[in-house]
């Protein structure tokens, strides 16, 4: 069975362009194309199409505010942005807003079926272009995490043993794997939790499980 695509462009030969592409592949089908963004919003509600294929800049309503009212639609509507818009400030607006594929025009012949196909399957897809946004974003994120639960606050000794500690082992394991006493452990042990204001004999194990892929 196809999964159902619904375009929304306000440039009628390219709009046409884009169906003709995914009605190359029997993995999809066109359900609907509108060029103009309020009624494609009312049209997708109606249809609730698998994937949507939205324009940034649209008449009457834009791209990233339709996706905004998709967000938590049942059954979840996909959202693949095509755009003219590589700058980083597009590209987060549009990750704000749940987009799983950002696809730049330019490259729309050679990417909209592959971007289709990684959604469907229930990844996400984001034109090589734009991939530095993607991992800036990712960094951001990532320091903003450690900056959140005190991890950047932590040596590299603490956040070793941190680590480890999640892994269920003993002081005296964890001692001899890092070829420091298992006295010198508790003190480290017993910093950690004084910068992360931890408190309780599970505590420390607790956050150690739940942030561990922060701690490498």
């Known amino acids: 069975m196809s999964l159902s695509v619904y375009i929304v462009d306000d440039h009628p030969i390219f709009r046409h362009g884009l169906e003709q592409i995914v009605q ?17 919003a009312e049209q997708m509600a109606k249809l609730k199409p698998n994937i949507a294929i939205l324009d940034v800049h649209l008449p009457s309503l834009d791209g ?8 938590g639609m049942k059954p979840e509507i996909s959202v ?9 400030a597009t590209f987060n607006a549009a990750m704000d807003v749940g987009a799983r594929g950002y696809i730049l025009k330019e490259n729309a012949v050679q990417d909209l079926l592959i971007g289709l196909k990684a959604v469907a399957a229930g990844g996400m897809y984001f034109s090589p272009s734009v991939s530095h946004h993607l991992l800036r974003r990712n960094q951001r994120a990532s320091a903003l995490r450690e900056k959140k639960t005190g991890l950047k606050t932590l040596t ?35 910093n950690i939790c004084a910068k992360l204001e931890l408190k309780g004999n599970r505590a420390l194990f607790l956050f150690a499980v739940q942030h561990k892929s922060e701690l490498g």
Do not use: P, Y
Request: hydrophobic share 40%; proline share 0%; net charge negative.
């Open 24 to 40: 190359k592949s029997n993995e999809f089908t066109v359900v609907g194309a509108e060029g103009d963004g309020a009624a494609a």
């Open 64 to 71: 990233l505010k339709i996706a905004r009212r998709l967000q």
């Open 80 to 88: 693949i942005f095509l755009t003219m818009n590589d700058d980083e």
């Open 156 to 190: 590299e000794t603490e956040r070793c043993v941190l680590r480890l500690v999640g892994q269920n082992k003993t002081n005296k394991e964890i001692g001899q794997e890092l070829f420091i006493s298992h006295r010198t452990v508790e003190a480290h042990r017993a």
